[in-house]
């Protein structure tokens, strides 16, 4: 089987407000759609805030793992967390 993942970073993103950063990445995907692997063509973003001292979950953890959930990949599949 020829199976292999990637992560695209899109570092021209960092400092942006999400609009600029959301348009961006639709115009990538639209310049190279045959590096994403979409459903239908369409882009699901998942925006969440960076927690603050006053959040209720402030010290918790988040663990990314493989989609058997057995394994810590990382956001990268490296393993960070």
Known sequence: RALFTYSVV????????IDDCRAFIEAEVARNPGIFALDGGNINFDVTPVRNQNSPDY?????????EETHVTGILGDGMV
């Open 10 to 17: 899109f570092e021209e993103c960092v400092g942006k407000h």
């Open 59 to 67: 010290y918790m953890v988040g663990l990314r793992t493989n989609q």
